[in-house]
């Protein structure tokens, strides 16, 4: 099988497929990360030192989260084709798996990830290398890029969580408009952009760091670095 959605490089050359599971005749390959370009590059700049690093095809690098929707080309779907089968889950052999926590597939847990007591990964949950996900937290259809923390207590729905990004205890990305109508993204221009998406939480920024019981409304964007103080409600463009 060969996937519906493969990238190429800067210099235009494809990107080198490695197998999750040692039999390529049943197996389907995860991406090796590409020279990705638009904003993949302003809200994520450490992917590039993530060169090995196994991620999903983005449907639109200019519109990050193109991912997060629930058609063929989104994280959920490619995920049930990644793994093979629907319903399937990926533990890496050094990522760590405390007690009682409750994983539905399709969910990938890569290496060194931590999965701590009473975790919830729900389908869709994208763990990369070093990434945390701490007790009583609960990520679905979600990408916790390398090294990122959702340590307590935190939700993270439909969202994508930036390289060494830090939630406080209490962060919940809120990912559903009350009206359940179309979320927009607000660029840093003030232009607001249709996502097509009526389920999506946040686009965290490489380094950023949110400040207890923090809550960001659907559609909010985080620049890399951001700082957001306790106890807020984040909208829009944040830097």
Known sequence: MQPKMPHIDLS???IVYEWIHGNSEN????????GIMGMMEVFFPGLAEFADEKLPAWPESSAP???LSYDESGLLAQMAELLSEEGSVFIHPTATIGD?????GPCYIGPGAEIRNSAYLRKGAWICSGALVGHSSEV???ILLPDSKAPHFNYVGDSIIGIGANLGAGVKLSNVRNDRREILVTMDDGERVETGLRKMGAIIGDGCQLGCNAV???GALLMPGTMINPNVTVSGWNS
């Open 12 to 14: 235009g050359k494809p």
């Open 27 to 34: 197996s389907y390959p995860l991406f090796s990360l590409p």
């Open 65 to 67: 989260w193109s991912i």
């Open 100 to 104: 009682f926590v409750e994983i539905e």
């Open 140 to 142: 679905k259809n979600s």
């Open 216 to 218: 960001t409304n659907p």
